[in-house]
């Protein structure tokens, strides 16, 4: 059994139990995968295997991210690439995952949104209840598909501030009694170059141009990951933190205006200064006074 989310009443039992029952269901699966970035969809087909807190997912000769495999088990991420022989090791993804779902539906109950649920279609072959959360003026932010069962979230839609699909991801086939076994949570390839969050984010920096610039390691405070997006022009290093996740972000010129709104939707803090000809934004869960003071605690490799 999972545990109970606090600080969530009144809301339809389907969405209580998916929230509830997140890390510890048990499937295998195949899904189709759609997200948008800036001008492009990325368009995946999954694989999947769930134990618990283990999960594996392959990436089908379809996906823009073709033969990769990804690997979670406890509190760690390992990514192969196939195509660089590279395994990339971050932090787990899983709990961030239940972490924005949980911020959605705090903010659909601090806005007073409308939390609705209606039986609805079978989707692969399992019937749902359709959780849908919309906004005081009438438009739909995010639309769940849950099969009130087991919890699982079969399908899953989000929506932007104009009502265009955002994301989504919709299960094709699930097994809820599969035959899963340890070794589908390892990744051993001979000759593979494991990278650590820090060698990823200096071959970034090295790569892209950007300043060696780390906040400082204590409190908790872990570099889980590293990512450029935006065509190379800014760079994201994420921490977890007592308080979730933190965001590290550089950027070459002035601050990504999406990212911030996008920050101020999920109800996180800001705080953003500039160095040169590089500006920098911190994002998290803490007070605006603790991301400038962190602002403070940057060290250069």
């Not at 299960?171 to 076994?181: A, E, M, Q």
Request: no cysteine; glycine share 8%.
């Amino acid at each position: 059994r999972g545990q109970r989310p606090e600080g969530f009443k009144n809301l339809p039992e389907a969405l209580t139990r998916a929230m509830r029952m997140s890390l510890s269901l048990k499937y295998s699966g195949e899904r189709r995968v759609e997200l948008r970035m800036g001008p492009e969809r990325i368009r995946n087909f999954e694989t999947i295997w769930k134990d618990g807190s283990n999960r594996r997912i392959e990436y089908d000769d379809q996906s823009s991210f073709k033969g990769q495999i990804i690997v979670e088990k406890g509190k760690k991420r390992f990514q192969f690439f196939p195509d660089r022989n590279e395994i990339h090791v971050s932090g787990g993804s899983r709990d961030e995952a239940l972490h924005r779902l949980m911020e959605s539906v705090r903010m659909a109950v601090r806005e007073k949104w409308t939390i609705a649920a209606h039986d609805s279609e079978a989707i692969a072959g399992i019937k749902t209840q359709k959780i849908s959360m919309t906004k005081a003026n009438g438009q739909v932010a995010q639309n769940l598909w849950i099969d009130p069962k087991s919890g699982l979230i079969l399908k899953r839609e989000l929506f932007d501030s104009v009502g265009t699909v955002q994301g989504f991801y919709e299960f094709t086939k699930v097994n809820l009694r599969p035959s899963i076994r340890s070794q589908d949570f390892e990744i051993r390839v001979p000759g593979a170059k494991v990278l650590t969050p820090s060698d990823l984010a200096m071959k970034l920096m090295n790569q892209h141009g950007f300043l060696k610039l780390f906040l400082a390691s204590g409190e908790g405070r872990e570099l889980d990951s590293a990512r450029v997006i935006g065509d190379g022009q800014a760079l994201i290093l994420h921490y977890s933190t007592p308080s979730g996740i933190l965001s590290f972000i550089q950027s070459k010129g002035q601050p990504n205006k999406r990212l911030l709104e996008r920050a101020r939707r999920d109800g996180e803090s800001i705080f953003s200064w500039e160095r040169g000809k590089n500006s920098f934004i911190l994002i998290g869960h803490q007070s605006e006074a603790e991301l400038r003071a962190l602002s403070l605690k940057t060290q250069e490799r």
